[in-house]
């Protein structure tokens, strides 16, 4: 059976934490820089190493919810948290206002005992939805399957799981190829994954940023990616400006070829939001006639 559905695509940010009180400063100029480019939400990242979510990711998105208006998204991990820490922090983004919560397992560290109330992230959603139902959850994807799976179908099952216990929409994990991300997202539509599924983009702008990518990601990097990245490393404007044409490249063919949406790395950096802005918005207003392939 065959869909077609009229939409656009949305436009979403992704801030952190920072670590000390100059950098939250900084990203507070940050977000106000972001604000006349009205994306359609701001997601906070959580750390599961840091205890006071309270203080840094919900103080934030209230933060980008009261000043400027914009729908922010929660990062909430579970892998470190007991059932009766959830309730607080899902009291306290009730009495905040904010209505929408991505739901992790998180990264694990094997020196911190875990919490045994959720194993996966799938456990947290389910809890958070009969909690409250009217929460709205976001869900991690990996459209290169998650590190720790050993093989996709594996991994795409768990993710169904995920969409079953009460995701309404998926963020993907960076990816420098469009062409894996497509055929993952046609790998979940012939699973019956039927929520969108927000392609996530980092753009490469630095060479710090660039070495850590090579050294640590668990994701493909192309060889136009790798030679950009090894032609400009010691030319810090030409390599931010490789960087955010390949970004800019990845974001046209996405929007072209109909995706749900752009969840955009930003890295606190409202410059880079600003020139991914300028360069592909005008794109974000169109509509797409979306096919897409159902087994049913
Ligand atoms: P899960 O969905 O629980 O999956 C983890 C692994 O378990 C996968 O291999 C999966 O296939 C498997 N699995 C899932 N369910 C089952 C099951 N029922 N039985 C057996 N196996 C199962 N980390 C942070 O700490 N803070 C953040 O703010 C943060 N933000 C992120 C945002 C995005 C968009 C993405 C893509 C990742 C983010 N992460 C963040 C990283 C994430 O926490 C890690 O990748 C973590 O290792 C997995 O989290 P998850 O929610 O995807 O886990």
């Known amino acids: 059976m065959k869909r077609l559905e009229n939409k656009k695509a949305s436009l979403s940010f992704e801030v952190f934490p920072p670590s000390s009180k100059a950098t939250m400063a900084g990203l507070y100029t940050s977000l106000s820089q972001m604000e006349d480019l009205r994306p359609d939400f701001i997601s906070v990242t959580c750390s599961n190493k840091q205890l006071s979510l309270k203080e840094s990711t919900v103080k934030i998105a209230t933060h980008i919810q009261k000043k400027h208006?914009?729908?922010?998204?929660?990062?909430?991990?579970?892998?470190?948290?007991?059932?009766?820490?959830?309730?607080?922090i899902l009291g306290d983004l009730h009495q905040k206002g904010i209505q929408s919560i991505l739901a992790l397992r998180g990264d694990l560290y094997p020196e911190i005992p875990r919490s045994t109330d959720f194993r996966y992230a799938?456990?947290?959603?389910?809890?958070?939805?009969?909690?409250?139902?009217?929460?709205?959850?976001?869900?991690?994807?990996?459209?290169?399957?998650?590190?720790?799976?050993?093989?996709?179908?594996?991994?795409?099952?768990?993710?169904?799981?995920?969409?079953?216990?009460?995701a309404d929409q998926l963020i993907t994990q960076l990816f420098f190829d469009n062409e894996l991300f497509y055929q993952f997202q046609e790998k979940c539509w012939l699973a019956g994954i039927e929520v969108p599924i927000l392609a996530g983009i980092m753009p490469v702008v630095n060479k710090r940023q660039a070495e850590r990518i090579v050294r640590t990601a668990s994701v493909q990097l192309p060889q136009k990616f790798l030679a950009i990245l090894e032609k400009y490393a010691d030319n810090p404007v030409a390599l931010r400006d490789a960087g955010l044409a390949y970004a800019i490249d990845q974001i046209v063919d996405l929007v072209t070829q109909g995706v749900s949406g752009i969840h955009l790395y930003t890295m606190n950096q409202a410059g880079i939001a600003r020139s991914i802005y300028t360069a592909t918005h005008s794109l974000f207003e169109s509509t797409t006639n979306q096919e897409k392939v159902s087994i049913l």
């Open 122 to 166: 799938g456990d947290l959603i389910a809890y958070i939805k009969e909690w409250d139902q009217s929460f709205s959850i976001s869900a991690a994807c990996y459209p290169e399957r998650h590190p720790e799976s050993s093989n996709t179908l594996e991994d795409i099952q768990h993710l169904r799981e995920k969409v079953n216990a009460g």
């Open 69 to 88: 208006q914009v729908p922010s998204i929660v990062h909430l991990s579970a892998a470190y948290s007991s059932k009766a820490e959830v309730n607080q």
